[in-house]
């Protein structure tokens, strides 16, 4: 439930929003602490909510475009369907997250923290994902079309049917991932590790790439 106090931080980012920055406030959550909060459905394009505690939060259907979410904690968050094109999640914790079907297009999430995140069917085309940790991660039909993935950990990852069209994989590690029907036309893989990662048909690469 969000206090009265947000829900002014809401309105005044709203007003900010439609009057192009000459009315209203923009939402300033920085360093916030509000574990568990529903957030679903609310407008914080452009929002700076860097270094905020938000583990266990609600955001399905939230705009997150273009937001400053450097460093938070977004552990365990529900965040189906969202809107996060754009965003800057630099280090953000993203542990266990629930984002299936969600829009990341451009999104830079270098060193994020992704360790068993679901992001079936998302939208991380041209996203920075450069030494995110992916350990384990289900990125299943998703698009991850001309995405820097350079030194990130995939281990164990669930990349079935995702579309890797471009995308650059120098020196990621895929040890054990599921590559079913992935497409990896046009990729740059050299330095990539591929030890033990299924492909169609259960053909398997037992050594790494270089």
Known sequence: MI?????KT??????WLASDGKDGTRADLEGIDLSECNWSGTNLCKAR????????????GANLS???LRDACLVYARMHQVDLTGSDLT?????DA?????DLKSANLSRAILNDADLSESDLSQANLRGAELAGANLSECDLSGANLSGANLTGANLSSADLRYAY??????TSANLTGADLEGAVICGAHFDGAKFADGWEIVRSES
């Open 3 to 7: 206090s009265d106090a947000l829900a």
């Open 10 to 15: 809401l309105e005044d980012h709203k007003l």
């Open 49 to 60: 909510i860097s270094c905020a505690s938000l583990p266990f939060s609600k955001w399905h």
């Open 66 to 68: 273009f937001a400053e």
């Open 91 to 95: 280090g953000a914790d993203l542990g």
């Open 98 to 102: 629930y984002l299936p079907e969600s």
């Open 169 to 174: 994989l120098a020196g990621a590690i895929l």
